[in-house]
């Protein structure tokens, strides 16, 4: 069975702290993806790697970076949290074959007061 | 612009009827299509996927149809059962085209279950 861990479950974070949020995935999996999850508007991507220290923006990067030093792991940066950055963070991995199925951690519940 | 687009925010259904979700989509690039059931505060889980080649995958009271003239797609449950209630998400995939390995999800449907 795969399995995607998160280091948190639950995080309150302060406005212009900088905060990790950490994914490991124990399967061997080539790709790894942060998306976050809001309501009414689905599955977000934020930032994706295709392989070790490789990187791609998703569909909304701006206020987030990441760091993928080691192939199971991959790590979510917010420089400076905004509350506007509160949402559920989902960490995904993936083979690099069809049918491209992704399979998720349990999420980090993040909130920025 | 959305590429996937789930139209029914939620549904309800009777305990033991047959669930349907809907989903259609725009991009013909798309060459797999997954499902993923999501309860509360957890991730979402895989279902069941369906390449462009096929018309129709079965994976126990899981079966999801394929009509690629009309780019749309549908799970049927059945028959369903109260666990089934959690947000389902429609996603597609290409092969080619350089974002090989990328989902794109819709929003999901809610599905509510009632015994």
């Known amino acids: 069975d795969v399995k995607v861990t998160q280091s948190s479950r639950y995080l309150v974070k302060r406005t212009g702290e900088k905060v990790f949020l950490e994914c490991v995935q124990d399967m061997d999996h080539e790709n790894m993806f942060w998306y976050r999850q809001d309501p009414g508007l689905g599955l977000r991507l934020i930032y994706f790697s295709y392989d070790v220290k490789m990187k791609e923006k998703g569909d909304i990067p701006e206020g987030y970076s990441v760091s993928r030093e080691k192939k199971e792991r991959f790590s979510l940066i917010l420089e400076s949290a905004s509350t506007n950055q509160t949402s559920m963070y989902l960490c995904?991995?993936?083979?690099?074959?069809?049918?491209?199925?992704?399979?998720f951690g349990p999420g980090t519940r993040l909130l920025v007061l | 612009d959305q590429q996937v687009k789930q139209n029914s925010p939620s549904l309800s259904v009777q305990e033991g009827r047959i669930s349907i979700l809907n989903c259609d989509y725009t991009?013909?690039?798309?060459?797999?299509f997954l499902w993923y059931k999501k309860y509360p505060a957890e991730g979402p889980t895989f279902l069941i996927s369906?390449?462009?080649?096929?018309d129709k995958n079965e994976d126990g009271r899981f079966t999801v149809f394929l009509n690629k003239s009309a780019k749309h797609l549908s799970l049927h449950i059945v028959p369903s059962q109260p666990g089934d209630s959690a947000v389902y998400f429609c996603?597609?995939?290409?092969?080619?085209?350089?974002?090989?390995?990328?989902?794109?999800f819709g929003k999901g449907t809610k599905l509510s279950v009632k015994p």
């Open positions: 369906i390449s462009s080649i096929k």
């Open positions: 996603a597609a995939s290409a092969s080619y085209g350089g974002s090989q390995g990328n989902l794109i």
């Open positions: 995904a991995s993936s083979l690099i074959r069809p049918p491209w199925a992704q399979y």
């Open positions: 991009n013909s690039m798309f060459d797999y």
